[in-house]
């Protein structure tokens, strides 16, 4: 068990890449607080693992709402006694257009979530990982913030913002042993990117596709990153921080 005792809060547990993490995180022992502004789906993720034998609650919350952020802490460590992990995932996207066409806006609700929901991750984590001696705080960034994804300006900047303030963050709080991380995932199958996928193409995005999507000739899972995420949370990255992690089976590479 890689998080035995530890205390995990996850954003974004309602599906796709949060949702695999909480279930991950909870069967290697982590009490799971699951968030996210779908409650109905974060009380699926919660129910899924209690069903398992897992600890976690549910709690629906806003991430770009500072307010909200800080009381989903507030509560996990309330339910939980502490806070190990804050695992800032949440994130949205706006749809393909020229950045002069973006209306303000939609501009302006992408960095909300995105950017400004990983401030609120990170500010009202530490005070409680302080308290607990140390934490680890991951961030999901994108190799939308290493590399332009044409047609996505708010997002590629979100992103590249996170990548950013994640270096920022590991600096300023190492001395507290609060390691933080971000994570660049690529191309994984989930709802944000069948949505994309969709509005760009017409059609479903098929699981099985095979091919140039990466070096490893395949779509990657949540799976895939969520054990990523285990080991920057875990004590096995205890010399680990400021550092954003690709995960995208070489798709920016190439
Ligand atoms: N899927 C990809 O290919 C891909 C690639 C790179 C990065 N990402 C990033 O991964 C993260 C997870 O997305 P996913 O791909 O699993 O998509 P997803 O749509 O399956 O999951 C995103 C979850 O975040 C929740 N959410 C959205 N806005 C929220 C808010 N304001 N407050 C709280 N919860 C909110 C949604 O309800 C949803 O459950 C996002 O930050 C996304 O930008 C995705």
């Given at each position: ?26 069967a290697?022992?982590a009490a ?7 409650g ?8 899924e ?5 897992g ?14 952020v ?15 992990i804050?695992?800032?995932n949440?994130?949205t ?25 990983v ?10 990982m302080?308290?607990?001696g ?6 999901t ?7 332009a994804?044409t047609?996505?300006?708010a997002?590629t ?10 270096q ?5 709080y ?15 199958y989930?709802?944000m990117?069948r ?22 000739r ?15 949370a ?21």
């Amino acid at each position: 068990m890689k998080l035995a005792h530890k205390v995990a809060v996850i954003t974004g547990a309602g599906s796709g890449m949060g949702k695999g993490a909480a279930i991950l995180f909870a069967a290697q022992g982590a009490a799971v607080a699951a968030v996210d502004l779908d409650g109905a789906a974060a009380e699926q993720t919660a129910a899924e693992i209690t069903a398992n034998g897992g600890k976690a609650i549910a709690l629906a919350a806003d991430v770009s709402s500072s307010a909200e952020v800080q009381r989903m802490f507030d509560q996990a460590v309330a339910r939980f006694g502490r806070l190990d992990i804050a695992y800032n995932n949440a994130g949205t996207i706006e749809k393909s257009e020229l950045l002069h066409e973006i209306p303000d806006d939609d501009f302006a609700r992408v960095l909300d979530v995105n950017l400004l929901g990983v401030f609120y991750g990170i500010k009202y984590a530490v005070p409680h990982m302080m308290k607990a001696g140390g934490g680890a705080i991951i961030n999901t960034a994108s190799v939308a913030g290493l590399k332009a994804f044409t047609g996505k300006a708010a997002y590629t900047a979100s992103k590249a913002g996170v990548i950013a303030m994640t270096q920022v963050a590991g600096m300023q709080y190492g001395r507290y042993n609060i390691r933080v991380n971000c994570i660049c995932p690529g191309i994984i199958y989930t709802g944000m990117s069948r949505a994309v996928h969709r509005e760009q193409f017409g059609k479903e995005l098929d699981p099985a596709i095979k091919g140039r999507i990466s070096a490893l000739r395949r779509i990657g899972m949540p799976q895939d990153v969520a054990r990523v995420a285990l080991f920057l949370a875990s004590d096995d990255a205890a010399f680990v921080t400021g550092a954003p992690f690709v995960v995208d089976g070489g798709y920016t590479t190439g």
